[in-house]
């Protein structure tokens, strides 16, 4: 009787978790639908359009639950839309935030018309020239962007004419929206795809393209042909892709082998299938801090009156962003700041990483400098701070210590005593003559 009443909890417990999970696991997303207006002719560019529209997810096609939902009253019933992902893309927490959360996923959904590409990468996907029944449907783009910049994703959704009732076809995602790394480390930067086994298009192969964009330059660093397994000859140096992965679970990672400062910049991860494309962007940021390096070292042995002058020199570094500044820490252990001193411009190396110095003049006159310190010089940058340090010995810039005072009257005594010591020893050397010579006389 006991072991059946535990079976019994345990069963009501797994039901209520998995009822749990069920409603919970795919979110209903509230989306931007833009599209073109009619343009105005005469070369004018078409305005856009935008309005609310929901996305109810689902991992299976039977499954209405959604539906008995009601649309919000700012929310148009024709632009409810009814999304089947069977790979649970759309399910991923970060697009599912808490209920009141002030912060939300971004989405946009658009009309989206399948075309063939003239790349030539792509363009064996279509080699028949001839478009499929199966293209005759309402196609949209969807894009993505999860909490904290957790995922992105595109796809392309496909329903029947004049219905709500949309598949998911092809999706693309990346768990890498941002990426920092150090110079000369491998960086690989996510990109994965999925394919509706389903579709009459998956089984007619698909390429893959990454491109760079940074401040209006722009090449194409990698592209694939899935279906006759090539390479673009514009492959960069250093850049490949893991073609077992991408074949057999869809991993389309770029993946760099050594990172370097002109890698730094947008990437975009474009998927190709038979009139379908789908993108998704992912930013590297190559991060090195700064070497420091003091002259000159050690610091001359500085007297009053005296100006010395010290050279901090920062190199080796990636962003461009460094703040450079001076520390002073006295022999009472306070540190007080010296400015940044007189700093220069940059300087570029040829590996691209950059270097900048500063320059600190010591004027003992004015600046009390006590017994001495140690001088610092310290770089603030986006890779960490980094501290260089030099000690500065002083002489006779302040009154002695109580304990310079006693050795001193210490000494004192030791002379003292040694003076006197010596005039008694000539006084009685003088005195025993001066008898002896008496002596004599008589």
């Excluded at 090449?219 to 057999?248: C, P, S």
Aim: overall charge negative; glycine content about 8%.
């Amino acid at each position: 009787m006991t072991d059946f009443s535990t079976i019994y909890k345990l069963s009501l417990v797994a039901v209520f978790c998995f009822i749990q999970a069920c409603s919970s696991s795919c979110p209903v997303l509230e989306c931007w639908f833009v599209q073109e207006k009619v343009g105005r002719g005469g070369g004018l560019t078409a305005a856009t359009s935008q309005e609310k529209s929901l996305l109810h997810i689902r991992t299976d096609a039977h499954s209405h639950s959604a539906e008995s939902q009601k649309a919000p009253s700012d929310i148009n019933p024709d632009r409810v839309y009814f999304i089947t992902d069977p790979a649970g893309t759309f399910c991923h927490p970060s697009l599912n935030p808490p209920r009141g959360s002030v912060k939300k996923p971004q989405c946009e959904i658009n009309p989206f018309l399948p075309q063939p590409s003239s790349l030539k990468w792509v363009a064996p996907l279509t080699d028949s020239a001839l478009s499929p029944i199966y293209l005759q449907a309402d196609w949209f783009s969807t894009s993505h962007q999860g909490l904290n910049k957790e995922l992105t994703i595109s796809s392309i959704t496909r329903a029947p004419t004049a219905t709500k009732e949309h598949n998911v076809i092809l999706s693309v995602t990346s768990k890498t929206v941002s990426v920092q790394s150090r110079l000369g480390e491998p960086v690989v930067l996510d990109c994965g795809f999925w394919v509706d086994p389903s579709s009459p298009l998956s089984g007619s192969g698909f390429a893959v393209e990454w491109r760079y964009q940074f401040r209006g330059d722009g090449r194409l660093v990698l592209a694939y042909d899935g279906k006759t397994d090539r390479l673009a000859d514009t492959q960069e140096e250093g850049a490949t892709l893991d073609f077992e992965g991408l074949h057999e679970k869809g991993n389309a990672s770029l993946i760099l082998q050594e990172a370097k400062v002109h890698h730094s910049g947008m990437y975009i991860c474009t998927v190709y299938l038979p009139y379908l494309v789908a993108q998704v962007a992912v930013e590297l940021e190559i991060v090195e801090p700064p070497s420091l390096s003091i002259h000159p070292s050690p610091l001359p042995l500085a007297v009053p009156g005296q100006t010395l002058t010290v050279q901090c020199e920062a190199s080796g570094f990636a962003p461009l962003s460094l703040e450079l500044s001076w520390e002073f820490k006295g022999s009472d252990g306070k540190s007080r700041p010296l400015g940044s001193g007189s700093v220069t411009g940059h300087r570029q190396a040829w590996d691209g990483t950059l270097s900048q110095s500063t320059r600190l003049e010591l004027d003992t006159a004015t600046l009390d400098l006590g017994r001495g310190g140690e001088v610092t010089c310290v770089a603030v940058h986006l890779g960490g701070t980094r501290r260089a340090s030099v000690t500065l010995n002083a002489v006779g810039f302040s009154a002695p210590s109580i304990e310079d005072s006693m050795a001193m009257v210490g000494v004192a005594l030791v002379l003292y005593g040694l003076i006197k010591f010596v005039s008694w020893t000539f006084t009685g050397s003088d005195s025993d003559e001066a008898d002896k010579q008496d002596k004599k006389v008589k």
